[in-house]
């Protein structure tokens, strides 16, 4: 099928590794031009490589840090110079972070909602003028369906991710005028480097793939989700097709989430 997203330019954070880099490929694949941006570079550079070999096209790939204002301007100053535009914006970046209450200090607190919110935050103020020249812009925020409904030692991730699904929601209502459409996708159990790592020393004993049937035993569909999975629903929310879709957060999660 033909999303119709030949010639968009996206900037996706944290696009060198898991939903981040399967989101890059699929862009990539439908002819999206595609930025991506991370701490590392040499991770970067891999990436950038494995999207060229699977989806046949290049990417910019910039190493930056995004709780950093410094870094996010610089990249779109970047994004710009390299192509003129921006159409899509994924604020992806991300890492795991769960603990009881009494184990979270103010550093931690901080240091998580810098990284998962205010980095989404800056990263689309910046964006924004960008995104209504478009036209048709576009914001996808990843959170997580924890956000919706925290269990137990969940910070501060779930607190994190709730505030970035009530971020969507405001942000769709003020950016509706401008035609910038902005949706979340709650991530429930996901394959990623995070993922493989608590795999890793939850089962030290197991194969990964014998680990990953250990943790997907508690998904009602049965197994960890797959980076693609959501890099496909993130694919048809930047197309046309989606135009008449704001302001929604989207669980995909194996039928785990509590809420709907």
Known sequence: MDLKLNGKVALITGGSQGIGLATAVEFAREGI???????????????????????????????????????????????????????????????????PFEE?????????????????????????????????????????????????????TSVSRAAGIALTKAMSKDLAKKNILVNTICIGLVKSGQIENAARIRFPDLTLEEAYSKMGSSVPLGRVG?????AALATFLASPLAGYITGTAINVDGGSGMTV
């Not at 990436?47 to 301007?73: Q, Y």
């Not at 914006?89 to 972070?97: E, K, P």
């Not at 901080?110 to 998962?116: A, C, G, M, R, V």
């Open 33 to 99: 031009d595609v930025v991506i941006c991370a701490r590392r570079q040499e991770l970067l550079d891999e990436a950038g490589k494995k999207i060229k070999e699977v989806a046949g096209k290049e990417v910019l790939t910039l190493s930056a840090d995004v709780s950093r204002s410094a870094d996010i301007d610089r990249v779109m100053d970047d994004v710009i110079t390299k192509h003129g535009r921006l159409d899509i914006l994924v604020n992806n970046a991300g890492r795991s972070a769960a603990a």
């Open 104 to 156: 979270v200090d103010d550093t931690i607190w901080n240091e998580d909602l810098d990284l998962k919110l205010m980095a989404a935050i800056r990263c689309s103020r910046v964006a924004l003028p960008y995104l209504e020249e478009s036209g048709d812009g576009r914001i996808i925020n990843i959170t997580a369906v924890g956000g919706k409904a925290p269990p137990a030692g969940s910070l501060p």
């Open 226 to 230: 797959e980076a693609r999975e959501v």
